[in-house]
């Protein structure tokens, strides 16, 4: 085989390696985007949190949460009385998150006034999330928290620590669903909140 003839094959093959590396990333995974890999993350989910850590459980009330405003308020987690609400944990750094936020904004818009509430939780630092949001505007609140042992992901049920992390809470304020990684599309919010309603 010629020196030239060898180089467009081996510069053909790195091509197609990197096409299908950037397809791969673009994807939710063949983990996070199927119902048996969610089954498969839920054990992740399973293992106790840190001792001394009240963190929530499927079925059980959600521990109180501290936060913090946009503005660098302290609040506690709003929990709508009465209404279901889905809590989305993210950071302006994990790409994932960045992804599904067009999706749950989208999804957040079309529910009405009795309907599912959402609210999203950055585990990142207030410049960041305002920055973000001036960019991508969303119609639900959100709040902060600081990233550690004792963040909001982990007492809404997050022993794995992986980002993004949505939580689905009952109208008496109980964790009815927990899911780790990104939704792949508008109807994959609506078909997993609403699969265990």
């Keep these: ?35 048996s890999g969610q ?15 009240a963190s929530a459980r ?31 944990v993210w950071a302006s750094w994990c790409s994932p998150c960045i992804q599904e936020m067009p999706l749950l904004a989208e999804f957040a818009k079309s529910q009405n006034p009795d309907g599912i509430q959402v609210i999203g939780i950055a585990l990142d630092e207030a410049e960041a999330v305002q920055a973000w949001l001036s960019r991508m505007p969303s119609p639900y609140p959100h709040y902060l928290d600081t990233p550690g042992q004792r963040d909001a992901s982990v007492l809404l049920g997050n022993s794995a620590g992986v980002l993004p992390y949505t939580v689905l809470i009952d109208a008496e304020g109980r964790l009815l669903k927990q899911r780790i990684g990104p939704f792949s599309s508008v109807q994959d919010v609506f078909q997993w909140s609403r699969a265990s309603l």
């Design 1 to 35: 085989m010629r020196e030239s003839t060898r180089l467009l094959l081996i510069a053909g093959i790195a091509g197609l390696c990197g096409l299908g590396a950037a397809l791969w990333m673009k994807s939710p995974g063949p983990i996070w985007g199927n119902e």
């Design 39 to 53: 089954r498969l993350l839920q054990t992740a989910l399973e293992r106790p949190a840190p001792a001394g850590i």
């Design 58 to 88: 499927r079925g059980q009330p959600v521990p109180p949460v501290a936060l913090k405003t946009l503005d660098g308020e302290a609040t506690a987690l709003p929990l709508p009385a009465g209404k279901i609400t889905l809590i989305n």
